[in-house]
C-alpha cells in the first residue's frame, strides 16, 4: 500500500514539475502568478490578476494553454465594449428568413479579460453567468460552455483614469486574486538576456483535457481534517466579526468581510495547494498561504483603512497572527 502511495506521488510529481517547467520556458520569476493558475485550473475556480503592465500576464496564461492543450481567446476590455462582444449574439439569416447565433469569445477553454476594469459594470456583468453557472444566454436560449473553463481576468492598478471598480458581486466570483509586481534584479538581468539571444524555448504540450480532469479528481481526494474546516471558518468569521476573536483593533477598518464563497474558495484553493507541493492532506501551512489570495478581493475596507494605508493583506496577517492553527 505504501508502495503504491508512492508510485502515486512520484506520477503526480512528474505531472506538476513538467508543467511547471513549460511554463518557465517563458516566465521568469513570477511564481505566485504560476501557481495561481494552476490552483484554479485544478479547483475549476477563476482568477482576477492585478500588476503593472508588461509584467507577463497574458504570456502566463497562452504558455498554460500550450502546456494542456486548450482552447485560449482574450478580450481587451474597453469603455466602449458590449456585452455581446463577449457572450456572442443573434444574426438575421436572410436567406432562411430565421435568427441564428454567432458565439463570442467566451466559447473557450480560457478566456483572458484584459484590464476588466476599463468596461463598465453591464460588461463585466456579463461574465457572471458563465463564471457561476458555465453558461451563456444568449436571446431566449442557453448555451453550456465547454469544459474545463476558466476566466483569468486583468487589472491595471496604475492607470485610473477611464476604469471602473469591479462591483463587489463580480469580485466574489473570482475564486483567487493575485498581485504581480516587477521581478527581482536577478530575474530582468536573465529575461534582457533571454531577449538579446533570443533563448525562449517552445512551450511544448504535457497534458490534455482528460488528464487535467484525472488531475482535478485528484485534488478533490485530498483529505483535510474537520479541525483545519472550522479553522477556515473561523478565518472568514473573523473578516466580519473580528471584535469576536479579540481583533476590535481591526473592526474600524472593516466594512464589511468575506462572503461563504470566501470559506469554499479557501477550502478548495488548500487542497490544491498541498496537491502542488506533493501533500495527500492540507496542512494549516497551506491554508494560511492561501487565505491573501483567496480573501483579500472579499473584505471591503472603510474609509479608515485607506486613511491610515491598511490594505486586505494586512488585516488578513494579522487575523492569521491572532487565531490558532490547529
Known amino acids: 500500500m505504501a508502495q503504491s502511495t508512492q508510485m502515486g506521488e512520484n506520477k503526480i510529481m512528474q505531472h506538476i514539475d513538467r508543467l511547471k517547467d513549460e511554463i518557465k520556458k517563458v516566465i521568469v520569476g513570477h511564481e505566485e502568478l504560476i501557481d495561481g493558475m494552476l490552483i484554479a485550473m485544478l479547483s475549476k475556480g477563476h482568477i482576477l490578476v492585478e500588476g503593472v503592465p ?21 478580450v481587451q476590455f474597453t469603455p466602449d465594449l458590449l456585452p455581446s462582444d463577449i457572450t456572442g449574439h443573434e444574426i ?6 430565421r435568427f441564428k447565433v454567432k458565439p463570442g469569445p467566451i466559447f473557450t477553454n480560457l478566456l483572458l479579460a484584459d484590464e476588466i476594469n ?12 458563465a463564471m457561476a453557472e458555465n453558461q451563456v ?8 460552455l465547454k469544459q474545463p ?21 463580480s469580485l466574489d466570483r473570482f475564486m483567487l486574486k493575485l498581485k504581480v509586481g516587477y521581478n527581482t534584479i536577478e530575474e530582468e538581468f536573465d529575461i534582457i538576456k533571454k531577449v538579446i539571444q533570443k533563448d525562449y524555448g517552445e512551450v511544448e504540450p504535457v497534458m490534455n483535457v482528460k488528464k487535467l480532469e484525472q488531475m482535478q479528481e485528484e485534488v478533490s481526494l485530498v483529505h ?12 472568514v468569521f473573523a473578516t466580519r466579526y473580528p471584535e469576536k476573536f479579540g481583533l476590535k483593533n481591526i473592526s474600524q477598518y472593516i466594512e464589511f468581510g468575506a462572503s461563504p464563497r470566501g470559506g469554499i474558495a479557501l477550502y478548495k484553493a488548500s487542497k490544491a495547494f498541498a496537491y502542488l507541493n506533493k501533500k495527500e492532506f492540507v496542512t494549516p501551512y497551506h491554508i494560511a498561504q492561501m487565505a491573501y489570495m483567496t480573501i483579500r478581493h472579499r473584505i471591503h475596507l472603510s474609509y479608515e483603512a485607506v486613511a491610515d494605508d491598511i490594505d486586505s493583506d494586512y488585516i488578513i496577517k494579522t487575523i492569521l497572527d491572532k487565531i490558532p492553527a490547529p
Open 137 to 144: 444566454t444568449i436571446g431566449d436560449k442557453s448555451f453550456e
Open 149 to 169: 473553463f476558466m476566466v483569468m481576468a486583468t487589472s491595471n492598478p496604475v492607470e485610473q483614469d477611464g476604469t471602473y471598480e469591479l462591483p463587489e458581486a
Open 92 to 97: 438575421l439569416d436572410i436567406k432562411n428568413n
Open 224 to 235: 483535510i481534517d474537520d479541525k483545519l474546516v472550522q479553522y477556515i471558518v473561523k478565518i
Open 54 to 74: 508588461g509584467v507577463a500576464k497574458t504570456t502566463a496564461v497562452k504558455s498554460l494553454c500550450k502546456a494542456v492543450l486548450l482552447d485560449f481567446k482574450r
Open 118 to 129: 476599463r468596461a463598465g459594470a453591464k460588461v463585466q456583468s456579463a461574465l457572471l453567468e
